[in-house]
Each structure stands twice: as C-alpha cells, then as structure tokens.
C-alpha cells in the first residue's frame, strides 16, 4: 500500500515538472512578441500626437499663405514660419533634420482669380521602446492641407460677433439683398453662424462665415470655415470728448410740432431725443452725438440729412418706428474728417461729419438698435460693433442716391443683425470694392 501511494506521488512530482519545463519553453517563444507589443503600445500614442501635431503645422501653413497671397519662394518661406509657429518649433522644418520634409505649392484658378494653396509635410517618426520590435526601421508621418484664397466682392453686410448663433438671420420673410457685395459672419457658430429659415431669404453675391451657414441657397457661392473678415473701421477711436462748441448738451429734447425743425453744425444730445411729428427734421452737416438716450423717431416723421454723421455712446442706439416714418439720409462725402483721424485731437469745435460714415456707436455701448415698419433710404456705413440691429415689421433699409443722384452705398456692420417680419435690408457697395475669401479647402 505504501509502495502504491509513493509511486503516485512520484508521477505527480514529474507532471509538475514537465509542466513548468512547457511554460518555460512558451515564455521564452512569445516574450518577443509580449515585449513588441508593450513597445508599441508606448510609442503608437506618441505617433498620433506627433501625426496632430503635423496637421496642425500644415493648416497654419496653407492658410498663412492663403491669408497674404504670396507666392513660390515667398509663400515657402511663410508657410514653413507659420508651421513652425503653431507647433512651438516642434519639427524645425527651418533647419529640417535628415528626412524632414515641407514643400509650400500653389495652383491659380482661372477666370474666377482664385488661389489655392497645399502645404504637404513628412517627418520621420521617433522609435523608443518599438525599436526592438520593427528593428529599427522607422516609420515616417505625413500631412497635407490645402487653402483656398478666393476672390470676392466686398462684404456690405458684416457681423463681427465671434461665437453667437443666428449672427446673421433672415426668418418670417424677413430678407437680405446684396447684389453687387457680400454676407459675411465673423462668428464660429456650427451651423448657424448664419441663417435663413422660416420663410427668410438672404440674396447676395457671396455669403460666408468663419462658421456655418445654413438655409442659403449654394448658387449664391456660399462658403464656410473662411478665416475672419477684418474690421473696416478697426483703425477709428472711440467718440472723443465733446468739444467745447457743443456745450452745453441739450438735455432730453422731445420734437413733436408739425412743422419740425432744422439742425446744423452738428449738436448733441444728452438723454437723447425723441422725434414724432408730421413735418420734416433737417439735420444738415456735422457731427451729432447722443449719449444716455435714444434717437427716438416715430409717428409720421421725415428725416433728412445731407453730409451728417450720427455718434452714438453711453448707453445709446436709434429707434425708428412707423409705417409712415421716412428717412432719408447720406453720409458725409467732402468736407469731412476721415475715419483713422476721428479723434479728440482731429476735431475742432465744429466739426464736419466722419467721412462715409453714417452712424456710428461706440464699441462698448451694446444698446440695441431697431427699425419697426418705417423706410428708410440711406447711404453710408452704418457701424454698430458692439450692438444688434433688427429690421422688422415689413420695414425696409435700402441703399439712397447719392447727393449728385448716382447710385449710392449702404453698408451695415453690427454685432449681430436679424431680419424678419416681412422686412427688407438691401445693401450695397461700390463696383471697385473687393476682398478675399480664405478657408481651408481640404
């Protein structure tokens, strides 16, 4: 009996050691194997960060160049800045290492005048621990983008908000016409940056965002994921000090007779005023501002000015309301103090209307601006930065003959601007106005 249970034990005693002898013999078959995949598992994270960061260069690249329309060696030399500069130096493709590549290309489309530009990039990829496992032979990451700088007319209606949705919207037949000019949203928003729904129309030359648009139809050439159009009055401080001529202010003023009333010169207004008569308010050449307070014009009242330049700040915008208000209004277009040189020290104690500018309101006054059901024939900018504007109640704001009956300009720059109810903006530029269009293409 103890003869049997020693031999047993015995044959365990051998199965365990051939088993340990198996595992042995496995370990060493597949710890190549276990040991390249843990390699891999280290460096492929890495390779994907590396191939992101690529991508990254050659967009900042494309669209550098797409930006400033340089071409062959100049547009080389700004891309491979570019790349270089949104990547803080990662690549150093200005003193590429063996096998480090960066080729800068362009392509011009005709008639249409457009541009566009590829940026393609190589860089061979790092090996840590994946050394042992690819016995080190490297693997190389590659990376191409294209811009497209595409000539555009002007844009006559802008919005420079950066993130709102709806920056620009037609709805409820509202409608946006600019013929002869371009729409353009500086705002990131998805889809709708900007937007034409419920029954909303926006008819244009170009119509483009930084980001999405929705609800236009593709054969008014829209574009979206463009780069930001620049501001056309960035260089213009904001309202100055009044001068000594306009003190002291007329505080709170309410116009109501029938038979109006005439200004010159320029004034301001501090508590703003309020227009609501049958008869006609002349405002003749110069600068009027207003502060705290509204321009208020309602009722049956006509505006006319020729040469006058409206200044808005502190908590001030324009009101106009109506079906039989009538506006019509141009810009000053001699005698007038440019746009870059409107400051406290360029204007004298009477000073002349801003140079092509109709309205203006400060950058920080955010107060709303609005047109209800009146109609108004201007020309001019209309700048609004910080502020909304909404046309509404079948109003309309068109583009006026200048002064000698030629076709005049209406341009609108606000924060965001909305048109409904059956209202119309028909805007307008001159024929020589023309800007670019940039975006990624690819």
């Not at 000539?151 to 016409?177: E, F, H, M, Q």
């Not at 829209?222 to 009055?233: G, I, R």
């Not at 006026?400 to 028909?426: E, P």
Request: aromatic share 8%.
């Amino acid at each position: 009996m103890k003869f049997i249970m020693s031999q047993r034990i015995f044959e365990l005693l051998s199965l365990a050691k051939d088993g340990r002898a198996a595992v042995a013999v496995i370990v060493a078959v597949m710890a190549p194997v276990l040991i390249g995949f843990a390699a891999l598992a280290t460096d492929v994270p890495y390779w994907y960060g590396t191939r992101e960061a690529l991508q990254t260069a050659v967009d900042a690249a494309a669209m550098s160049a797409a930006l400033t329309g340089f071409n062959g060696t100049a547009a080389q030399t700004l891309g491979v800045l570019a790349a270089d500069s949104a990547t803080s130096r990662q690549f150093d493709f200005q003193h590429p290492s063996p096998n480090t590549n960066f080729i800068m290309t362009e392509t011009s489309e005709q008639p249409s005048g457009s541009t566009l530009y590829t940026a393609t990039a190589s860089v061979p990829l790092p090996l840590f621990f994946s050394v042992l496992a690819l016995e080190g032979k490297r693997p190389e990451a590659s990376a191409s983008a294209s811009a497209m700088r595409q000539a555009r007319p002007a844009s006559c209606v802008l919005s420079l908000t950066r993130r709102r949705k709806n920056a620009i919207a037609t709805k409820g037949g509202g409608a946006i016409i600019a013929k002869n000019c371009g729409v353009f949203a500086n705002s990131k928003a998805g889809y709708y940056a900007i937007s034409a729904g419920d029954y909303g129309n926006i008819q244009a030359k170009t119509v483009g965002a930084v980001g999405g648009v929705t609800g236009v139809p593709p054969g008014y050439n829209v574009f979206q994921n463009a780069s930001a159009e620049a501001d056309p009055l960035a260089s213009m401080q904001n309202p100055p000090a009044l001068p000594a001529g306009f003190q002291p202010c007329q505080s709170a003023s309410t116009i109501s007779n029938q038979d109006g009333a005439a200004f010159s010169g320029g004034a301001c207004f501090e508590g703003g005023l309020k227009i609501s008569t049958r008869g006609t308010v002349t405002f003749g050449p110069g600068i009027y501002y207003f502060s705290n307070g509204n321009l208020d014009i309602s009722g049956a009242s006509q505006i006319v000015a020729d040469g006058a330049t409206f200044v808005f700040e502190n908590n001030a915008g324009f009101r106009v309301s109506g079906h039989e208000t009538r506006l019509d209004l141009r810009a000053p277009s001699t005698n007038c103090v440019q746009p870059n040189e409107y400051a406290s020290s360029a204007i004298s104690s009477a000073p002349s209307g801003i140079c092509g500018v109709l309205i203006y309101q400060a950058r920080n006054d955010i107060a709303p601006d609005a047109l209800h059901a009146a109609t108004g024939r201007v020309s001019g900018i209309i700048y609004a930065p910080g502020a909304s504007l909404r046309i509404t109640g079948q109003g309309t704001l068109a583009a006026n003959t200048g002064s000698d009956g030629t076709s005049g300009t209406l341009s609108v720059v606000a924060d965001t601007i909305v048109v409904s109810g059956g209202a119309q903006l028909d805007a307008s530029a001159a024929p020589t106005m023309t800007s670019y269009a940039v975006y990624l293409a690819k």
